[in-house]
């Protein structure tokens, strides 16, 4: 590895078997493309390692069982999770970036169970127009239920966005921000199309929901590679020759994710290893209560 972080070589590395093979292009601060940024976020990594050796603990928003290769090559770090909004009114309207959509709810009511394409790309992705274009015909070719958090600047420049939501009326529904929690857990939802942070990735496994991936930079690459490959609970969207994830990929993906029993089944399994890790006597509660008395001597 350069001094700046720019790979000097294409040779994938795979730091443990429960850990993603990873190729250099998928290195954190390699993913963002703007060259001093790159340089930037390398430097401020690797000059983090040195203070992250020398604490005596650290906690992490994980469960040891998502990602034990990389809990056993850094034992220092506490995996506490899954740090989860708590459904309780009074609190769940706190601490979000946007005013959420609590009426989705009501609609998700109304579907049919294990139905619902669910579609969000975080506070701060942004999908290219031709993107956004490709993703709307690709859940309009599903005819399926689908709900998906669109913030306004993320459509500037669609095409004809006002016949897209006149021909899905009946069975789409497009939201400024979504309760993503109280979403995932509900009974209607089929899938997530994510563009997998981490807190989404881990929001969607706790809830049992398997994923359709669209990472665009930083650790959601790995991300990826840890829902696809090793966990196997989702599948990626691949783009096409020219840079975009074509409708027609979205459609064959959701099929095959819906279409495959094995996948649900995958999640979860997964899902029942968090919950029993975050239980009293699990291991994300007694890590917890280890940092608890920690703190107190």
């Known amino acids: ?74 034992p220092q770090i506490l995996p506490i999770g899954p740090l989860l909004a708590t459904n309780r009114p009074e609190i769940s309207a706190g601490g979000h970036f946007l005013q959420q959509d609590y009426e989705c709810l009501e609609w998700l009511d109304r579907q049919p169970p294990c139905s619902v394409i669910y579609v969000a790309f975080g506070s701060s992705g942004m999908l290219k127009t031709a993107h956004v274009e490709e993703l709307a015909l690709g859940l309009e070719l599903t005819n399926r239920p689908f709900l998906w958090v669109v913030r306004p600047e993320a459509i500037d420049g669609a095409g004809d966005w006002d016949g897209f939501l006149e021909r899905v009326a009946g069975r789409g529904r497009i939201i400024g921000w979504a309760p993503q929690q109280r979403v995932l857990d509900h009974p209607s939802t089929a899938c997530f199309i994510s563009h997998c942070g981490w807190n989404s990735t881990l929001e969607s496994v706790s809830s049992g929901v398997p994923m359709l991936c669209w990472p665009y930079f930083a650790d959601q690459f790995i991300n990826q590679s840890y829902v696809c490959d090793i966990w196997k609970v989702g599948l990626r969207l691949e783009e096409d020759g020219k840079g975009i994830v074509a409708s027609e990929e979205i459609n064959r993906k959701i099929d095959r994710l819906l279409g495959d029993g094995a996948f649900r089944e995958s999640v979860l399994r997964l899902k029942g290893k968090v919950w029993s890790s975050a239980r009293e006597g699990g291991q994300s509660h007694e890590n917890l209560r280890k940092f608890i008395d920690w703190i107190k001597k």
Do not use: C, Y
Not at 3 to 25: E, N, R
Not at 30 to 50: A, G, V, W
């Open 1 to 74: 590895m350069a001094s700046a972080g720019t790979p000097l070589t294409d040779k994938a590395v795979q730091f443990a078997p429960t850990m993603p093979i990873m190729s250099p292009s998928d290195f954190v601060w390699h993913r963002i493309k703007i060259p001093s940024l790159q340089k930037l976020l390398f430097h401020i990594m690797t000059e983090n390692n040195t203070p992250t050796q020398s604490a005596d603990w650290l906690i992490s928003n994980s469960v040891h069982d998502l990602e034990p290769g990389a809990f056993a090559l850094a």
